[in-house]
């Protein structure tokens, strides 16, 4: 089945493009992250998303927040935060006003990776965005991706 077959709803069609699309760009980010950093991308989302923390009201992520962000269960958060911390790049301590909860944070060697890393995810999502854009299918969700914050990076 493809995103413009026939027997498909134009809803179906629209769902099935979108499904296409993401499963492309993850899998060659993931490709190039991996084989530049040893980093997948959940973790690189982790990371990211945890990097963007900061001191004061709202400002640290309770681990609910961190698997909405990364669009994991609790569970599988709980579980790639624990690898991310054995390997030195997060910490995690207890909230100062609310025992139950567990804040993470990223360690000095997480934002050094997380950086080394930036370049090489935003060169693999333009190149899977490049390379879908010449998919009939795939073009018209790639304008709306490149537009949603601001002008589209130029195309090589």
Do not use: F
């Not at 490709?31 to 709202?58: F, I, K, N, T, W």
């Not at 299918?137 to 195309?155: C, I, K, N, S, Y």
Request: hydrophobic share 40%; proline share 5%; charged share 20%.
């Amino acid at each position: 089945m493809t995103a413009t077959d026939p027997t498909l709803t134009g809803l179906a069609q629209g769902w099935c493009a979108l499904s296409l699309l993401h499963g492309r760009i993850e899998a060659h980010v993931e490709r190039a992250l991996q084989a530049a950093h040893d980093l997948s991308v959940r973790e690189y989302s982790l990371l990211d998303v945890l990097s963007r923390q900061h001191d004061g009201p709202g400002g640290h992520l309770q681990m609910k927040q961190v698997a909405d962000a990364v669009v994991l269960s609790q569970s599988a958060t709980t579980r790639l935060v624990t690898r991310l911390e054995d390997r030195g790049l997060l910490s995690r301590y207890i909230c100062d006003t609310d025992r139950r909860g567990i804040y993470t944070d990223v360690s000095e060697a997480g934002l050094s990776l997380l950086a080394a890393a930036r370049p090489t995810n935003d060169q693999a999502l333009r190149e899977a965005l490049d390379s879908a854009a010449a998919n009939p299918d795939l073009a018209p969700l790639v304008t709306v991706v490149e537009g949603m914050h601001g002008t589209p990076a130029p195309r090589p």
